[in-house]
């Protein structure tokens, strides 16, 4: 059985979380006996029993054996010297076809120009009127200009070809550089599958062969574009590729994916769960009677001990919401060098109705928070969790975090701070009363909210009062302004409406006041 090392382009990559399927095809020219067909080179980061053949054409052909090998040291870097020569060569030999064709295209457009120059010179010397046929003239400068219109585009292109054979050689020659004055050849390997083929007969056959590189994956990225007076929001999602498998990937067709080709697809199995008794004299002793129950139980629920399996359950979770894994093919190919860089690729970007809502927590800061709640549409994709720039009026204000958003799913987006709504916050009022064995503090506070933008604003402003943890220790809301009702956890909450800022304009204030009672002995602490 014969051997011949096919030459083979990566025409299309699948990207996955942290692996990616690559796919090579390569034409070869059959005469009907059995043969080994070689495509080397390949590189170390191949999981080599992901390696997947078929072939295409009018040929019938026979696959009767694929196989896997390691080329070692020398013998390696020998192949991959005599793969680049070959290539060098061939791409030489074809500049040199072009720059034949070229050469015969100048002198054909040469001629034209030459004839022309010497048709004008002829129709200068006719004297009279009479004897110029002007429908002569017109046909004789149509075809000059139709020719010397043909030759050129002709050159054109040839020169075209020719930079991008100058290029594609400039790109081979610094590889062979590189690999020549390499320090590691006698470490160097890589990976050659051999797939042995009996053809029916003589034609040309396309052989694919598809594999599993590690060392590649992507990353979902967000921008999230909005304006401060706009009921609408943009939402890009871009994904950060990154990949040093040992292969460049050039002009190739991209699919990113969620989905885990090598995952464990069978369920965690259950192992039996034994107990034991013993008499209760021989209980170790303690206050609880159930202490190695307990144990066990606290070892069941160990979140280390059960990461594994709660982190397949989520997988599973996410597959069922999405009804499968996503996936978004580019629809332009792509370069993505070997070099862990990172490439950024637009996936889709779409406007998205929402809501605006602005939310104060003054406690804590003065300015107000921007928030967005978003439908995401029912026919669109899942989109998965990730980082996401905001930008506001075209201006970078922060990041947040993305969840798994279901199609039809309704989320909300924090979008910063606004910092045309201002709050001033205050300790109005603190009066200590001793009643008894009793003290009674009670505490004022009043805010001031100043709207500095252009039109009419309405705002959630949230407070909160101290939870007691301690019975001893009381805590009473006494009055508000606007009136509102204490909420869970200590929360007050006002919806306020804010007219546009005008000259005249006075801020809008509420009023809050409450008390803390305790015995006099208490020390009350974590409170301002």
């Known amino acids: 059985m014969t051997t011949q090392i096919i030459n083979t382009r990566i025409s299309e990559v699948t990207i996955y979380a942290n692996q990616a ?43 009767l054996g694929v196989r896997t090998e390691t080329i070692f040291a020398t013998e390696a870097f020998a192949e991959k010297l005599s793969l680049l020569s070959r290539q060098i060569r061939q791409f030489e030999l ?9 050469e015969a295209a100048q002198l054909q457009r040469n001629f034209v120009q030459g004839l022309s120059e010497k048709s004008l010179e002829g129709f200068s010397g006719l004297l009279a009127p009479a004897q110029i046929n002007l429908d002569e003239i017109g046909e004789l400068l149509k075809f000059l200009g139709q020719q010397y219109g043909e030759y050129a585009s002709a050159i054109a292109q040839r020169e075209r070809q020719v930079r991008d054979l100058d290029k594609q050689l400039e790109i081979l020659r610094q590889q062979l550089k590189q690999i020549q004055l390499s320090p590691c050849k006698e470490s160097y390997t890589s990976h050659s599958v051999i797939v042995a083929i009996g053809p029916a007969g003589a034609g040309d056959f396309e052989l694919e062969v598809s594999y599993l590189v590690s060392r590649a994956g992507w990353t979902p990225l967000y921008d999230l574009r909005t304006s401060s007076n706009s009921d609408r929001i943009n939402i890009s999602l871009l994904a950060e590729i990154r990949q040093k498998t040992g292969e460049d990937w050039t002009g190739v067709k991209l699919t990113l994916s969620t989905a885990k080709p090598t995952s464990n697809t069978l369920p965690p199995k259950l192992e039996p769960w034994y107990v034991s008794g013993r008499k209760n004299n021989q209980l170790p002793q303690g206050d609880d009677d159930f202490a190695e129950l307990e144990a066990l139980l606290a070892d069941e629920n160990d979140a280390t001990k059960k990461q594994d399996f709660l982190s397949a359950q989520k997988v599973v979770g996410q597959a069922i919401k999405s009804d499968a894994a996503v996936t978004f093919p580019l629809d332009r190919d792509s370069d993505i060098s070997s070099n862990a860089a990172a490439h950024k690729v637009m996936i889709f970007s779409d406007d998205y109705p929402c809501r605006i809502e602005y939310v104060a927590v003054p406690r804590l800061i003065s300015f107000a928070y921007l928030e967005a709640t978003v439908t995401h549409n029912t026919n669109g994709v899942t989109l998965l969790p990730g980082k996401a720039n905001i930008f506001r009026n075209n201006t970078l204000v922060g990041t947040t975090q993305l969840e798994n958003i279901a199609p039809g799913q309704q989320f909300k987006l924090n979008l910063g701070i606004e910092e045309s709504l201002k709050i001033d916050r205050d300790l109005v009022e603190r009066e200590v009363q001793l009643i008894g064995n009793y003290r009674r503090t009670t505490y004022g506070y009043k805010l001031a909210i100043a709207n500095l933008r252009t039109q009419k604003t309405t705002l959630r402003l949230i407070e909160q009062l101290p939870v007691s943890r301690d019975e001893q220790i009381k805590v009473h809301l006494f009055s508000t302004r606007p009136e509102i009702h204490l909420g869970e956890m200590g929360q007050l909450e006002w ?4 007219p546009r800022q005008s000259k005249r304009q006075r801020k809008k204030e509420i009023y809050y006041q409450f008390t803390i009672e305790h015995p006099a002995e208490i020390t009350v602490v974590s409170l301002e």
Request: aromatic residues 0%.
């Open 21 to 63: 399927l690559v796919t090579r095809r390569g034409t070869v020219a059959l005469t009907g006996e059995e043969k080994e067909l070689i495509i080397a080179g390949l590189p170390l980061t191949i999981q080599t029993d992901s390696v997947r053949v078929r072939g295409a054409g009018k040929l019938a052909v026979r696959l």
């Open 94 to 102: 074809q500049k040199r076809s072009i720059q034949d064709q070229l």
């Open 495 to 498: 919806l306020i409406t804010l």
